[in-house]
Nanobody, 129 residues
Framework: EVQLVESGGGLVQAGGSLRLSCAAS????????ICWFRQAPGKEREGISC??????????YYTDSRKGRFAISSDNAKNTVFLLMSRLKPEDTAVYYC????????????????????WGRGTLVTVSS
């Protein structure tokens, strides 16, 4: 059974940091790109960042607006992807999801979410002002 389980969300003050984790199981981790998305109340789901363990040194890519504050990384031995979020703002409040997709499809569709094959249930991040 394919599973993506997010953890690490919670309540944090503006300016603070959080590290989210996404533990993957049930599929060949190296065959997929893992991405982070978020969805705020009343808004569309939006892409944050992706990482591919199959791109030699672990290729990563981000949406432009996230560069500098968000950093994605992975521990391939543990099939886990992380999202370190820094200098958080109230507008970062959202449910954060990780998802897995095949490289060609993700490259063609990201930061859209339609190209992903598997999804976690999400973890809520609330940033207070």
């Amino acid at each position: 059974e394919v599973q993506l389980v997010e953890s690490g969300g919670g309540l944090v003050q503006a300016g603070g940091s959080l590290r989210l984790s996404c533990a993957a199981s049930g599929f060949i981790f190296d065959d997929y790109v893992i991405c982070w998305f978020r969805q705020a109340p009343g808004k569309e789901r939006e892409g944050i960042s992706c990482i591919s363990s199959s791109d030699g040194d672990g290729g990563t890519y981000y949406t432009d607006s996230r560069k500098g504050r968000f950093a994605i990384s992975s521990d391939n031995a543990k099939n886990t992807v992380f999202l370190l979020m820094s200098r958080l703002k109230p507008e970062d409040t959202a449910v954060y999801y990780c998802a897995a997709g095949l490289s060609g499809t993700v490259v063609a569709t990201f930061p859209g979410w339609h190209g992903m094959d598997y999804w976690g249930r999400g973890t809520l991040v609330t940033v207070s002002s």
